[in-house]
Antibody
């Protein structure tokens, strides 16, 4: 069974750094893209960016460029989303999801369970 | 940030049918496949429809998708209380300013 398993909930203070993870099992990790999606409390889904672990090709939504860093370690089939300095407005649930092919216009077919990030002083 | 427009909510009685619209533009829905996602309360989204009308394994044929021009639609027949959820459309954006990004609809809450 294909699964994406995300790291646990985090509570942080403004200005702190954070790195959350998304471990893939069941896919051939280096042949899928891994996307990150934000959902703020009571709101809709927002595309943050995507990475191809096979060659680390990474693309960001203009709204999130420079605000977060997406990376991956293919040796352990894990993708990451990190912040260098959190803000209260980063409070949200963050989902990872797999995409077979951007060129083919594929959808986000498998989703992680989500990681809740709370930023509060 | 959403560039795809959906009605905020739709409702119908059990057993009835609902249709959810998703309106985009020539740089997204007009030239790319549309997917639909179901988000049950307190859970992660799940892929419901891909490539405009195809269903992943395990998705009942009560759910259907269609696309015409720069709009898409999700139909749910034989409504069940378990269908109460938020539904989002999504597709790739091919405009020069945001090319290579994925865009989601504003989301529709279905009440049965």
């Amino acid at each position: 069974e294909v699964q994406l398993v995300q790291s646990g909930a985090e509570v942080k203070k403004p200005g702190e750094s954070l790195k959350i993870s998304c471990k893939d099992s069941g896919h051939i990790f280096t042949t899928y893209w891994i996307a990150w999606v934000r959902q703020m409390p009571g709101k809709g889904l927002e595309w943050m960016g995507i990475i191809y672990p096979g060659d680390s090709d990474t693309r960001y939504s203009p709204s999130f460029q420079g605000q977060v860093t997406i990376s991956a370690d293919k040796s352990i089939s894990t993708a990451y989303l990190q912040w260098s300095s959190l803000k209260a407005s980063d409070t949200a649930i963050y989902y990872c999801a797999s995409v077979l092919s951007i060129a083919a216009g594929a959808g986000l077919d498998v989703w992680g369970q989500g990681t809740t990030v709370t930023v509060s002083s | 940030q959403s560039v795809l427009t959906q009605p905020p909510s739709v409702s119908a009685a059990p057993g009835q049918k609902v249709t959810i619209s998703c309106s985009g533009s020539s740089s997204n829905i007009g030239i790319n496949y549309v997917s639909w996602y179901q988000q049950l309360p307190g859970t992660a989204p799940k892929l419901l429809i891909y490539d405009n009308h195809k269903r992943p394994s395990g998705i009942p044929d009560r759910f259907s998708g269609s696309k015409s021009g720069t709009s898409a639609a999700l139909g749910i027949t034989g409504l069940q209380t378990g269908d109460e959820a938020a539904y989002f459309c999504g597709t790739w954006e091919s405009s020069l300013s945001t090319g290579g990004s994925y865009v989601f609809g504003t989301g529709t809450k279905v009440t049965v």
